[in-house]
């Protein structure tokens, strides 16, 4: 098996010197996006005219490409289940999809992935900052860099939010080298945090009187000082004022009968109903974590019931995002740390299985009903072209406006590129 | 000052004497490490105003008063700083502090009725009071029964919500008491770390499977008593089912126990009695409370020193605290053994740890960075500057009465008897605000401190904070002038220089810059109809500020 990389393409011909020098003189509009320096000014340009959103869900712990996008029936390793026609004439995918299966025309699939890590641990953050070049600092995850690119757009609500099970908070780890601002703002169960609403005795002037000073101190304090805390707890007070001026994309009393049962009251379906409100109110980045997949035992039943959970929900917010004309700039991308082993363990399991995988994306920006690679007959190997994350990585940039061939981060004077300089964009899904 | 203060300084300095004579000072070793590996400049010394505020928040968890920071920046004397140590170390806040820090880390915000919150504080409180060596308390959680009064509450550290599975069990007492976090382990050989093997999961459960929790009829009173092992333990793989293997109670790195057989009808050695559970002969859980916590127990000694450590300086030398192990080594090897090996020489005594610590040149440098030096080019785990730890919602909880000055009033009222305090309620506006200590710390701890089970480590500054710093009636009830708080007290003073330096020295334990002075004054202007409203906000802005989220 090969593991050849699409390389040195034409995109790459742009050397990091020339570029430098070419916007050299060219920084104004950076500020005007309030993008202040961290992206080299040029491309800031070009991305002001279209206000892009994401939609990212991670599967977290692996879902079994052969329980979805990638089935294998009737081979040594396909499993129990049946792979049905999808609303692409001629791609199948699992029954366990039959939702999903009718809104492949808007989606794409990418059955040739091949990473390199193998345990969770490992895996986790390097996939969702796209497995970069060491240069010893620390990539931001997917979504701070998205919130970096694409600031909090018309809404200036926060433009990292992440829906997730359990406990919500403020990971501004996830922002690495961005700085603390660009963190996940996570909202555990999908809720709001409580104390939305400011005491009477405190008017807008002394509100806004009071909050001055807290800054001036804050600026004051950073000074010369490690700024990653101080600036994710100014953050934290920014991002809770925004919110607190949107308090109805909280409340349930707007949810309708209809949507409610479209997406199912179960967990998932309730945070993606969720996802779709902080979508319609312009949230950039749109982050919802799903939980268990690591099917190490019992698989067959575990996918038929995570799947069952995921499938209908998933595809409601296809419906919904297509209807509202949003898909037209709202990108989707449904992924996980890797996959899982064909071989079946004595354990009716699935191991884990970065060697040959899939995920689907799909929306603005990317080849919509498109299939990107194959596997062999029983999906133990990728046939031909195989693609890693960065590959990936590339490809989302460039569906949300960003061409990570022409601009690249500046890390405080360090220039570093956005994604894995030895990868290129999955050109089959370019639009 | 006063006599009773000076002789136990004396007593400390002369116990610090006696040990020049055999090996050097610890502190000194401390800062010899840590320049050994700095790779750059080091900042320089905090000030007076930096290190009292610090000191006082890691020994007595809480900010001085106004009048404390006033005397100790006046106090020309040289040996101040050690002196300010010594006193914390013999102060009534002290014992409060550590278990304080201590119940956090080693319950993790879980909470049960089997042994009451309340009493396992006191144990604690008393334990940290008396200066009880390290390895007997945690010997004693470790094997507590709940059968004898004074460490009954030990066993909470067993039998509290979420913890009452051996195999959550197992897990924590490898992740607090050891270092290494073994989870994975439970199913096969941790997949990325070599040394936790499954082997040592089980050998650890072993220890642990037979005990459980029972009641006494008659009192109520909770036991985790041992009960009679069957034998050793069966695992396998699960790569590897087939592959039976065995394993009776073994610490890792250490030699297994066989696990003794008695006749049938013979394991007991005391029968139940008046409700009192039984007490079988062969009891792995108080061996392993001995072999775990012996000075021969590199693993124990190592990580204890560790977590102290990252209490005083922000950052365990192991980071994160329970990923012990050759993959993620330590960031000064040498000073982690040393330290190590002298808590053990000393008895296993906290105090004189934390002590060392806090003199150290390392412990007492600035919080900024060395001129020229940015933020990247000096990684914590290098300890060039000191590294700011965010506030436990305790400490902020002491804090923030402190600074408001209503703290004595609360600490004077009435304790409510059988509160019905509980988060849920007050948030949603069914019970009024909090009435008691107890109930302010419910509310704050709820709001800042994490879930259950999630132990807190890094800074995690959520929007909920946040929301709950811009608009919790509580607190805005604190900022209304009252009985002598510090909105009343900055409310009779003038001049506005006169009002900033009161406000800096209660909320930040340090005195304004021109910049501040000039902002107060302009602030008292610009409002001078509302003038008390206007003062709250200058106080709330302080309070909201990083500076007093973080222990700089």
């Known amino acids: 098996m090969t593991h050849h990389y699409q390389c040195n393409g034409p995109d790459h011909t742009l050397s990091r010197r020339r570029m430098l020098g070419a916007l050299a003189g060219g920084g104004v509009a950076a500020s005007t996006l309030g ?3 961290l992206l080299r000014p040029a491309v800031a340009e070009d991305m002001k005219s279209k206000q892009r959103q994401v939609l990212f869900i991670w599967l977290d712990g692996a879902m079994s490409q052969l329980e979805s996008w990638d089935p294998k029936p009737h081979t040594e390793f396909g499993g129990p289940f049946r792979a049905i026609p999808t609303s692409v004439p001629g791609l199948r995918i699992s029954e366990l999809l039959p939702h999903t299966a009718k809104q492949m025309h808007r989606l794409s699939l990418v059955r040739n992935l091949h990473t390199v890590f193998e345990d969770h641990s490992r895996a986790v953050k390097p996939i969702q900052r796209g497995d970069p070049k060491n240069r010893g600092v620390t990539y931001p995850f997917l979504g701070s860099a998205v919130a970096k690119f694409l600031g909090p757009g018309e809404s200036r609500l926060p433009p990292y939010l992440h829906i997730k099970p359990g406990s919500g908070g403020f990971h501004y780890q996830d922002a690495g080298f961005l700085g603390a601002r660009y963190g996940a703002i996570a909202l555990g169960d999908g809720k709001p945090p409580s104390h939305m609403t400011r005491p009477k005795s405190i008017t807008d002037e002394a509100d806004a009187a009071r909050n001055a000073l807290r800054q001036k101190l804050n600026q004051r304090f950073r ?14 007070f920014s991002s809770a004022q925004q919110l607190m001026k949107r308090k109805d994309l909280f409340d349930p009393s707007k949810l309708t009968a209809k949507d409610q049962e479209r997406y199912g009251t179960h967990q998932f379906g309730r945070h993606l109903l969720q996802a779709r409100r902080l979508l319609e109110a312009g949230v950039t980045f749109v982050k919802v974590t799903m939980y268990y997949w690591d099917t190490h035992a019992d698989n067959f039943n575990l996918h038929a019931d995570l799947l069952a959970q995921f499938d209908r929900p998933f595809a409601a917010i296809m419906d ?67 693609y890693d994350i960065g590959h990936v990585f590339h490809t989302i940039f460039r569906a949300i406006g960003i061409d990570p061939a022409k601009t690249e981060y500046d890390n405080n004077g360090q220039p570093l590129p956005l994604a894995n300089e030895d990868c290129g964009p999955i050109k089959e899904l370019l639009v | 000052m006063p006599m009773r203060r000076v002789f136990p300084t004396i007593c400390v300095l ?93 319950l993790e915000r879980r909470v049960g009725k089997n042994v009451s919150a309340k009493s396992w504080e006191k144990y604690l409180r008393n334990s940290f009071a008396k200066n009880k060596p390290w390895d007997r308390l945690a010997g004693e959680i470790l094997s507590g029964e709940g ?35 073994v989870q994975c382990a439970q199913c096969h050989d941790h997949p990325s770390i070599d040394e936790y093997t499954q082997a040592d999961y089980f050998g650890l459960l072993a220890y642990l499977t037979s005990s ?23 695992f396998a793989s699960v790569f590897s089912p087939e592959d039976k293997r065995k394993t009776g109670p073994r610490l890792p790195g250490k030699k297994e126990i066989a696990v003794p057989t008695f006749e049938k009808g013979k394991e007991i050695d005391q029968p139940a009695k008046d409700g009192v559970p039984a007490v079988p002969k062969f009891r792995p859980r108080t061996l392993l409370s001995e072999q775990l916590t012996s000075a021969g127990n590199e693993r124990f000694k190592r990580n204890s020193v560790n977590r102290f450590w990252y209490l005083m300086m922000g950052r365990g030398l192991v980071h994160p605290l329970d990923l012990m192990h050759k993959g993620n080594p330590p960031s000064h090897p040498k000073l982690l053994g040393q330290l190590a090996d002298r808590f053990a020489k000393q008895k296993f005594d906290v105090k004189w740890l934390l002590r060392e610590m806090a003199l150290s040149e390392t412990y007492q440098r600035s919080g900024l960075l060395p001129k020229g030096v940015r933020a990247e080019d000096a990684p914590a785990e290098r300890y060039q500057a000191a590294i700011a730890k965010p506030l436990s919602a305790e400490q902020l909880t002491w804090s923030l009465l402190q600074a408001t000055g209503n703290l004595d ?90 009002v900033a330096e009161e406000l800096y020295l209660s909320v930040l334990t340090r005195l304004p810059n021109d910049e501040e002075n000039t902002e107060v004054a302009e602030y008292l202007k610009r409002f001078e109809k509302r003038r008390s409203e206007a003062i709250g906000e200058l106080a709330w802005a302080l309070l909201a500020s990083a500076e007093f989220r973080l222990n700089h």
């Open chain 1, 35 to 37: 993008i202040d320096g």
């Open chain 1, 223 to 236: 000074k010369g000082r490690r700024e990653a805390e101080i600036d994710a707890y100014d953050y934290s």
């Open chain 1, 320 to 386: 919904d995002l297509s209807d509202a004309g949003m898909l037209e700039h709202t990108t989707v991308i449904v992924l996980s740390e890797f996959g899982r082993t064909p071989k079946i363990s004595q354990k009716v399991g699935r191991d884990h299985f970065p060697e040959a995988w899939s995920m689907c994306m799909g929306g603005a920006g990317l080849a919509q009903g498109a299939v990107v690679g194959k596997t062999n007959a029983k999906g133990t190997w990728i046939e031909g072209e195989e």
């Open chain 2, 14 to 106: 002369l116990a610090a004497t006696g040990a020049i004579a055999a090996e050097p000072l610890l502190h000194r070793q401390i800062d010899r490490a840590v320049a050994k590996r700095a790779g750059g400049p080091l900042a320089g010394p905090a000030s007076d105003a930096e290190f009292m505020r610090r000191v006082y928040l890691d020994l007595s968890g809480t900010i001085p008063t106004s009048a404390e920071a006033r005397s100790f920046l006046a106090d020309k004397n040289s040996a101040k700083r050690q002196k300010l140590v010594d006193r914390l170390l013999a102060g009534p806040n002290y014992a409060r502090r550590m278990q304080e820090a201590l119940s956090v880390m080693l």
């Open chain 2, 147 to 181: 059968r004898s009064e004074p460490s009954q509450p030990a066993i909470k550290f067993f039998v509290v919500g979420g913890r009452t599975d051996q195999h959550q069990m197992t897990r924590d007492v490898a992740r607090l008491f050891l270092g290494m976090d």
């Open chain 2, 212 to 234: 459980k929790v029972k009641k006494n009829p008659k009192t109520q009173l909770a036991y985790f008593v041992e009960t009679p092992l069957a034998g050793p333990l069966d």
């Open chain 2, 409 to 498: 009033a609360l600490m004077k009222a009435a304790e409510v008897k059988d509160s019905k305090f509980t988060f849920k309620d007050y948030i949603n506006g069914r019970i009024p605000l909090p009435a008691d200590i107890a109930e302010t710390m419910l509310l704050m701890t709820s709001v800042f401190g994490n879930p259950p089970g999630e132990a807190e480590v890094d800074f995690a500054p959520a929007v909920g904070h946040s929301l709950y710093l811009l608009n919790e009636p509580l607190l805005q009830s604190w900022l209304k002038p009252k009985g002598g708080n510090l909105v009343d007290r900055l409310g009779k003073l003038k001049e506005p220089a006169k």
